[in-house]
């Protein structure tokens, strides 16, 4: 699993760059969906992404930081991925349905959005944005640190990076025609 707080710390940019290797090439992250961007030489798929690409310029309209020590990075983004994908079959946006099996992803969005709290109260704050600074002044011993690292997931709002906003609405389109076809 990944030392997100570790990662934060690493010197060097942390943004999307084209992905160059092999079209078969498996999501470094979550082990299941193609990569089709690098960050730092990770191969990643657009849902593993913004747990990455951590310099991004308004990365927190694309995700957001949840405390979740009980899943690691890889199953949350393979789970947010069949919400945002239920919701997209419907025509909809995650938390736009109330009702049917959007409204149901909706809610279980929530409730994973919900987990925000606790990492505010570890760390601050629960924008990406703010990991490199909050990572930064976390203590150094290294249990310590574990103990507030090994709980930190990004989550995926279903939204594009800012420069793309449009552009996870089509890899979810992609999906449906892949999964139809
Ligand atoms: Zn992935």
Known sequence: M???VRYARSPGTLIASR????DETICTCCQHARATVSVAGKALCPTCLPAYALDTPRIDETASLIWLP???????SRLTLALHAVCAQQGEAIGTATTGPAGHAGAIFAELRAQAGGLIERIGTAQISHLREAARKLSQAPLQRQ???SGIRVLHHGV??????????HYLNTLKEGSSS
């Not at 009980?70 to 949350?76: F, I, K, M, Y």
């Open 19 to 22: 992905f160059e290797g092999p």
């Open 2 to 4: 990944q030392d997100l």
């Open 160 to 169: 594009g990076l800012p420069d793309e906003p449009n552009s996870y609405r």
């Open 70 to 76: 009980h899943v690691d990075q890889g199953v949350l």
């Open 147 to 149: 103990h507030v690292a």
